[in-house]
């Protein structure tokens, strides 16, 4: 019964592909995020949606497209991966302020 | 911005002795803060959280004092076990749902 989930755990991937994070709350949050983790553990916001509709959007690149196909579910779409994708992503979701986080999907592009 | 370069402070500790972690915030706007703990291998955890209107506030073990005329932020822990081996993180915000992180600190307790 984990609050917050993410799809995969690990994503090894060559540059130039397009993949796919998926993350899922039970917690009936109307909120929700996508947070990027660098390997100097920096965590930044990249998205947030609030019921389905994009809220934050912290200049990342097209490249990244969020999905969020009801309000217990944000998907992240990365197409044409580059060497410097290779990050944690987190999820997240809060009802208020508090953010309960997923367990992160680490991702490497080769 | 990125804190591109810099390495993560750490903090070593002995089990049983009190830690404190700092944290600066940047922007004189924010009003709400919270202190998150990471572990290995997981998302960051809510910890404790503290108001623009309070300059102090406890939890179980865990202290966070503010203070706004320097933007200083700081945790205190009582009696650090080894399960509060983590890396801390601060997190201001300023507008509902936005939060700014700050770099974190790895705190180490020896047993």
């Known amino acids: 019964d984990t609050a917050v989930s993410q799809t995969p755990k690990y994503l090894v991937t060559q540059m130039g592909n397009d993949k796919s994070i998926k993350c899922e709350q039970n917690?009936?949050?109307?909120?929700m995020y996508w947070y990027k983790q660098d390997s100097k553990k920096f965590l930044k916001i990249m998205f947030s949606?609030?019921?389905?509709?994009?809220?934050i959007n912290e200049t990342v690149p097209n490249r990244f497209s969020p999905k969020s196909p009801d309000k217990a579910h944000l998907n992240l779409h990365i197409n044409s991966l580059e060497l410097g994708d290779s990050a944690v992503y987190f999820c997240?979701?809060?009802?208020?302020?508090?953010?309960?986080f997923g367990p992160g999907t680490r991702l490497l592009v080769l | 911005g990125e804190s591109v370069g810099l390495h993560l402070p750490t903090l070593s500790v002995q089990e049983g002795d009190n830690s404190i972690i700092n944290c600066a915030y940047s922007?004189?706007?924010?009003?709400?803060f919270i202190w998150y703990k990471q572990e290995s291998g997981k998302g960051p955890q809510f910890i404790i959280d503290?108001?623009?209107?309070?300059d102090k506030r406890q939890g179980q073990r865990v202290t966070v004092l503010l203070n706004k005329t320097v933007k200083h932020l700081s945790l205190q822990i009582a009696a650090t076990q080894p399960g509060d081996s983590a890396v801390y993180f601060c997190?201001?915000?300023?507008?509902?749902?936005?939060?700014?992180f700050g770099s974190g600190t790895k705190l180490n307790v020896k047993p």
């Open positions: 949606y609030n019921n389905k509709e994009l809220i």
């Open positions: 922007n004189s706007a924010s009003d709400y």
């Open positions: 997190a201001e915000n300023n507008n509902f749902n936005k939060f700014y």
């Open positions: 997240a979701s809060s009802h208020k302020e508090t953010q309960y």
């Open positions: 503290i108001r623009s209107n309070m």
């Open positions: 917690l009936g949050h109307d909120t």
